[in-house]
């Protein structure tokens, strides 16, 4: 079956260093959408990015993605980490055009400290 | 954007009670999910539904839980009986057949506490 790792279960920065934190996935479909959710502390998770199309970088809010097929990686990234990034954060794959399950990475939790 | 709503916010009940909690998906979705987050840890997976029936289910879904969505209303997760371990947050899920994205909307959580 499909499945996503992030091999980061905890990070912690300083703020203002660049964030990257990575996914790699695994599905049989040729076509997998690429998702990172983010979920601030007593919150739901709410989608922050979502990609398609290989090589082609999505930008959201500061963040930033490609999704690269030849090495099924969607790593998240931004140049400079702020205190209010301090989140968890997961990464998703939907496959076969978005008709199939998704399915979620553990999380990375990020704390971004002054 | 839609709205999952979750029934109720929170609840308190005693270890071996029946619990059910309540969820009122995007109307025109067809995906539905259940997460439970541990205070302080990560989400994780415990069962989505599709046409009625239970498509995958983690091992977090013991035999004491249940889900159904009888006749389009809620869908519904009971927890039959409730043991201590079952305190978390439960988050419903949603998302569309055939949108091209499989987006998901999430409730806003249903936070358990079994004493």
């Known amino acids: 079956g499909d499945s996503v790792t992030q091999t980061e279960g905890l990070v912690t920065l300083t703020e203002g260093l660049p964030v990257m934190l990575n996914c790699t996935y695994q599905t049989i479909y040729s076509n997998p959408f690429l998702f990172w959710y983010v979920q601030h502390l007593n919150e739901s998770p709410r989608l922050l990015l979502k990609s398609f199309t290989d090589n082609k970088r999505t930008e959201h809010q500061g963040f930033h993605a490609t999704l690269h097929k030849s090495s099924s990686s969607f790593h998240l990234q931004k140049s400079s980490a702020q205190l209010s990034d301090s989140a968890l954060y997961y990464c998703a794959l939907s496959d076969n055009y978005g008709n199939e399950k998704i399915t979620f990475g553990a999380g990375t939790k990020l704390t971004i400290k002054p | 954007g839609p709205k999952v709503l979750q029934i109720p916010s929170h609840q308190i009940i005693d270890m071996g009670q029946m619990v059910t909690l309540n969820c009122d998906p995007v109307?025109?979705?067809?995906?539905f999910y259940w997460y439970k987050q541990i205070l302080g840890q990560q989400m994780e997976f415990l069962v989505n539904?599709?046409?009625?029936?239970?498509?995958?289910k983690s091992k977090l879904f013991k035999d004491q839980f249940s889900v159904e969505r009888p006749d389009g209303s809620y869908f519904t997760l009971k927890i039959q009986p409730t043991a201590l371990e079952d305190s978390a947050v439960y988050f419903c899920a949603s998302s569309r057949q055939g949108e091209g994205t499989g987006q998901l909307y999430f409730g806003e959580g249903s936070k358990l506490t079994v004493l």
């Open positions: 109307s025109n979705h067809l995906y």
């Open positions: 539904f599709y046409n009625g029936k239970v498509m995958e």
